[in-house]
């Protein structure tokens, strides 16, 4: 039997995981020897494959799409060596909508350099989408990544968070 995955992603994504045309779902159906159904209105997706790993690769493809990744990053996790994380803004901000922005704005920085430092120094895709911030990369550095986010919302401070990345990173490597 083939392993069937049902989704939801948000409806404002849904063309950009159809592509003009449909080039994008196509090519994910190629890279993945996977079957895609969208239902446009509703923001549900239905993969079905005879591969389960690569079915099960395309379900968290199609779920970093949903979180605000470009379809080309997000097929980077055709790569085994990479990996996709999602931290939920939720977890730090309670129920106050105040500090949920807030805390979005220290996480992208001003003119988003904060993220745009973090994805140099982890070597790492950020994006922070509605309540979510999504991390794509190689499964370390994307943990150091994650680990640099977390502190920047429990409040530490930049300077001394991007200086911690770096020390996780020699870590590693």
Partial sequence: MNPKYELRIPKDRVAILIGKNGKIKRRLERLAQCKIKVNSKEGDVIIEGEDPLKAY???SVVKAIGRGFNPQIAEKLFDEDCCFEII???DYSGKSKNKEQRLKGRVIGEKGKTRRLMEEITQTRICVYGKTIGIIGEVERVNVARKGVEDLLKGS???PVY?????RLKEVQ
């Fill in 157 to 159: 401070r930049h300077g």
């Fill in 163 to 167: 200086k911690k990345c770096y020390e």
């Fill in 88 to 90: 939920s803004i939720k």
């Fill in 57 to 59: 690769v395309l379900v």
